[in-house]
């Protein structure tokens, strides 16, 4: 069945790093768009980045431009969130999420359980 | 920031709940690719509406979609009991990026 499993989240202190995974399964991973979506503790859910199919595009949402990085690796069915520079508004589930489409217009169809990140 | 949704609203078993999404021409109103999400606290949301009215295989009828200008609508017809979740909406921007409403908190009395 179509899988999306995260892991890497943790407890960190502010200022320091930390590399969250994903991996997909039941699906053709190289054809999708995919994104990072997090929700905080008694917040809603707020939009990370997304990196297109091939990975020849990235976008990432304004608060965390410069310090977080997604990446993919298609020959390895792995999704990426590169978090530098923690802060303590930082901390929430971090939620791997598949889009319908190759770019990211589709809609997120298949979500991750997630993975905590505490700063 | 992100789009306009009530913060709650709520509705009795059977009933018809319809929740708003106000964006501006730059999302919401410049593309059809507007999508909504129910999300039972604790687990992963699920996605019930894309490209504004359209279903995802396996959703109840009862969710509809529609928009207007700048502004998306989720209708929950014959409201149950599970229906009673906090409900998100996106869309897609000019930017190439995504943004999500605010979530609207459905209560079924």
């Known amino acids: 069945q179509v899988q999306l499993v995260e892991s890497g989240g943790g407890v960190v202190q502010p200022g320091r790093s930390l590399t969250l995974s994903c991996e997909a399964s039941?699906?053709?991973?190289?054809?999708?768009?995919m994104h990072w979506v997090r929700q905080a503790p008694g917040k809603g859910l707020e939009w990370v980045a997304v990196i297109w199919y091939n990975g020849n595009n990235k976008y990432h949402a304004d608060s965390v431009k410069g310090r977080f990085t997604i990446s993919r690796d298609n020959s390895k069915n792995t999704l990426y969130l590169q978090l530098d520079s923690l802060r303590a508004e930082d901390s929430a589930i971090y939620h791997c999420v598949k889009d319908r489409e190759w770019l990211p217009r589709g809609g997120m169809d298949v979500w991750g359980q997630g993975t905590t990140v505490i700063v | 920031s992100a789009l306009t949704q009530p913060a709650s609203v709520s509705g009795s078993p059977g009933q018809s709940i319809t929740i708003s999404c106000t964006g501006t021409s730059s999302d919401v109103g410049g593309y059809n690719h507007v999508s909504w999400y129910q999300h039972h606290p604790g687990k992963a949301p699920k996605f019930i509406i894309y490209d504004v009215s359209n279903r995802p295989s396996g959703v109840s009828g009862r969710f509809s979609g529609s928009k207007s200008v700048n502004t998306a609508f989720l209708t929950i017809s014959g409201l149950q009991a599970e229906d009673e979740a906090d409900y998100y909406c996106?869309?897609?921007?000019?930017?190439?990026?995504?943004?999500f409403g605010g979530g609207t908190k459905l209560t079924v009395l």
């Open positions: 996106s869309s897609f921007t000019s930017s190439s990026t995504v943004i």
């Open positions: 039941g699906f053709t991973f190289r054809d999708f768009a």
